[in-house]
């Protein structure tokens, strides 16, 4: 299973930008579809975003017009651009390779990065 390491997050106040990365191992992250999740206290894990090999994206609605996905394999890396940022968008994101699309993990997470959002 590919490894996975988040980082980027904090804290910010509402209407605030934050951009978090997941470093993924592997020689052909290149071929992977990707995700970001978050999951909130008391709340299951949600799709945030996706991001096909090729470069076709997914947004839940909730996040449409103000985040972005975007991907670099040179670094095995993908971001997730947050822009104009909610309380309600407080969680712990996840960045996952997806085997289903678009909201079907392959089983492995990272550990994580925080986002609190401040009113």
């Known amino acids: 299973q590919v490894q996975l390491v988040e980082s980027g997050g904090g804290l910010v106040q509402a209407g605030g930008s934050l951009r978090l990365s997941c470093a993924a191992s592997g020689r052909t992250f290149s071929t992977y579809n990707m995700g970001w999740f978050r999951q909130a206290p008391g709340k299951e894990r949600e799709l945030v975003a996706a991001i096909r090999s090729g470069g076709t994206t997914n947004y839940a609605d909730s996040v449409k017009g103000r985040f972005t996905i975007s991907r670099d394999n040179a670094k095995n890396t993908v971001y997730l651009q947050m822009n104009s940022l909610k309380p309600e968008d407080t969680a712990v994101y996840y960045c996952?390779?997806?085997?289903?699309?678009?909201?079907?993990?392959?089983?492995?997470w990272g550990q994580g990065t925080q986002v609190t959002v401040s009113s």
């Open positions: 996952t390779k997806l085997i289903t699309w678009p909201d079907g993990s392959e089983g492995s």
